[in-house]
């Protein structure tokens, strides 16, 4: 069967200052009964790691959970080939958008690549006719993606609950529509802290107000859960979330104050790392960060709609890669039964008491937060690679005397979580200084 080509985009460059590291494609007519090939045109081979991900919406734009492609290129991979992805729309597709994304903050080298129309598929299109809401859902004229997702949420479970289509309307309410108004564009309240929000009803319209456009997403969650019986109850995309349907959505239950106690709030690192359905369902439960790692590839493509924070991830050993240091300064580098051994992720710790070191690491700490940055970076995490194996110098099996006279030996559990948390602290600090705004996370375990 021959193919018809639907789409060529050329190879571009995208400057991490910009998209940092990921770049979303615009929204592409999809039908369900046909599929489509991604093909990536590879005319050299790709300087840094690059994947590639499909994602489905339906007629309103909003993602739909399905299995759809991803797949991975690496530096090395020949040129010579063709590498397809197939995309099959589900009854519900409308759209398609595909996502390219790296492992680092960087800049984007995105590869040509074209989009063919393949083989009938047996899907048959939806058919669900949505009742005419009599709410309408107004948002900001100005751009703020949380505000959007807080918009799509709200419309996604009024329709999925109620029945009920609520349009999405900029500025003003749609005439004889009553308004939900998300934003404090619409009313002016000081709601405190952090992402917290505020909801209320004035003259029989709803408001969802923050601060930080981030609370009215959460504002979104309360709102539901207040008025309906809707429970995320679990990860799990296709088994997860719980609720009666009703007959449209009735907004009595309007006043709410909510200030969060924690600025940041996730589930930290999670058994299932770039699961799309696990980070959903966090974000659902009120929590504002994608947790442990989020700047890496599958968290990237996990919390690219769901969170508007942006976070950074180091591990020590490799501030001080082997092949700049290792001969000039083996005391960098862990002991083990007398010899100094090269950092590897799966194998020894750096030195923790090798003050020349450390002082090299903070240094290449700062130059590499600073030469990856980009506007919307709330965290930093740093720690070691996944391993106990630990430097055995002289120095790091010396006691240690604390400043309150207490004497800390091998033996003692505290003596190497002490050893560890002061190196580290130090190693962070000029960092910290530099970005007084940014919370600076240290794991270790």
Known sequence: MILQALLLAAAIHVPAGRFGGSYWTDYIPAEPGKSYRFRLQLTESPKNEICVRTQLYDEDRYP????TPSYNFKPGWPTNKNYFAQVEPTAETRYMRFLFAMPVTADLDIP????????????????????????????????????????????????????????????????????IFLGRDF?????????????????????????????????????????TDLIFARSASNAGTVFTKTDGIRFDNCESHVVPSFAVRSYGMTGRFSDVATRIYQRRNFCNDAGWGSNKFGYRLACERWFS?????????????????YEAHPEFYGMKEG????????????????????????????????REWVPGIARVDVGYGDTWSLCTCPECVKPVKLPSGRVLTQDDDAFRSYQFYKFAFAVIAEAQKAHPEVEFNVGGY
């Not at 942006?310 to 240091?325: A, M, Q, T, V, W």
Request: hydrophobic share 35%.
């Open 64 to 67: 739909i959970s399905a299995s």
């Open 112 to 179: 040509g690549w074209s989009l063919e129309e393949g083989k009938p598929t047996k899907v048959k299109p939806s058919e669900t006719k949505w009742r005419e809401s009599p709410w309408c859902i107004v948002v900001p004229n100005r751009e703020s993606p949380p505000i959007e997702l807080a918009a799509l949420e709200l419309q996604h479970w009024m329709k999925e609950i109620g029945g009920e289509r609520a349009l999405i309307v900029k500025g003003q309410p749609t005439a004889g529509k009553k308004a």
């Open 187 to 227: 009313l002016k309240k000081d709601t405190g802290r952090f992402d917290s929000w505020l909801i209320t009803k004035k003259g029989g319209n709803v408001h969802l107000v923050a601060n930080l456009d981030e609370g009215v997403v959460n504002a979104v969650y309360d709102l539901l859960e207040r008025n």
């Open 309 to 325: 924070r942006k976070s950074l991830s180091y591990e020590f050993g490799r501030l001080i890669p082997n092949d700049r240091y």
């Open 339 to 370: 010899k100094r051994q090269k950092y590897e992720h799966y194998g020894f710790q750096p030195c923790y008491t090798c003050a020349a070191g450390q002082r090299e690491m903070a240094k290449n700490l700062k130059a590499a937060i600073e």
